[in-house]
């Protein structure tokens, strides 16, 4: 298992594992920090190539913080749609008109920001990613409005601008 | 049974993410089960949910790479080995059948502080023999039985 795996990966790895352990654990004291440095240390040894499967374009750092950026730019959004759809839902008169659209996507290549920008519609109320093939993304749209913001492409703008340079 | 290997992009992207976090809450959870809700038998269940998460995700090739059932079965064995031998262990000391206070001369420390770490000794053998086994129990009812099945290439779409 450590063949693909560098020490470095192993260390990012590891670091994540025992950030994680200290923020759930309350008792900071030599035994449960102990306990939770050997956890980590064997967790990390096994799942490495799960989290550091592929080599990104651009530093790992910069994609982080600009992942950061990006997600209080789409709580944003959730809010703003979270208004509209209540207001639709909650109307008497119920105008929804439910489709499903194939949106193809220019700028993104690679699982993780296909997959981050699929999450991203799915959070965002009013569309629901079904499947992505390929740079298809099948996307369940209540409305037409909310079809025609998606094709709009100002989300995966971003989010390409998250994983590539 | 699942001979088919569903790949959903998302579904592999996050869960394969995820994975080695739900396994540090598990150990987390059995390492203070003294203090919080959880225990053994708590954790030993999340760590077998990581387990069938990627078998959901990735298929029963990738999961049976990680722990095949031959492995599956020694880890159980191996868990009860634990809590068995710890009482054993405290029986042959001149005490009662888990009687962690027979144990304190030989960590050196104080006879409350054996016991608590006979307890937490236990619970490791109870999450091991929980995880082994309920993994089992998930290859037996969701698994195919096809020759050659503790491979590490996925099963061929049928």
């Not at chain 1, 749609?81 to 220019?106: G, H, M």
Request: aromatic content about 12%; proline content about 4%.
């Amino acid at each position: 298992m450590l063949k693909k795996v560098t020490f470095s990966k192993y260390l990012a790895t590891f670091l994540y594992l025992i950030f994680f352990w200290l923020f759930l654990s309350g008792h900071y004291d030599i035994f449960h920090i102990s306990i939770g440095i050997i956890c980590c240390a064997g967790i990390s040894y096994t799942s490495t190539e799960l989290l550091f499967r592929y080599q990104p374009d651009k530093k790992r750092i910069l994609i982080i913080i600009e992942f950061i950026v990006y997600s209080l730019w789409l709580l944003c959004q959730i809010v703003i749609a979270n208004l509209q759809v209540a207001r639709l839902v909650l109307s008497p008169k119920l105008k929804i008109d439910p489709r499903i659209v194939v949106y193809k996507s220019r700028y993104l290549k690679g699982d993780v920001a296909k997959a981050a920008y699929g999450n991203s519609i799915t959070l965002t109320p009013g569309t629901v990613t079904l499947d992505i093939h390929g740079a298809d993304f099948y996307v369940h749209a209540l409305t037409p409005a909310f079809a025609k913001a998606l094709k709009n492409g100002v989300m995966e703008r971003k989010v390409a601008h998250i994983y590539h340079k | 049974m699942l001979t088919k290997v569903y790949e959903n992009l998302i579904v592999q992207t996050v869960c394969r993410i995820m994975v080695p976090f739900i396994q540090v809450y598990a150990l987390y959870v059995i390492a203070h089960g003294h203090y919080s809700p959880g225990g053994g038998f708590q954790g030993g269940v999340i760590l077998t949910a990581s387990l069938a998460l990627i078998f959901l995700a990735f298929g029963q090739g990738a999961v049976l790479g990680r722990i095949t059932r031959r492995m599956s079965i020694i880890l159980c064995g191996f868990g009860v080995f634990i809590y068995a031998g710890i009482g054993l262990l405290c029986l042959l000391l001149g005490g009662n059948f888990l009687d962690y206070s027979q144990l304190a001369p030989i960590l050196g420390v104080s006879i409350p502080r054996a016991r608590s770490l006979g307890i937490l000794g236990v619970e490791v053998g109870v999450g091991l023999a929980v995880m082994a086994a309920m993994y089992s129990i998930i290859l037996d009812i969701a698994g195919s039985p096809a020759p050659g099945i503790d491979q590490l290439t996925p099963e061929s779409k049928k």
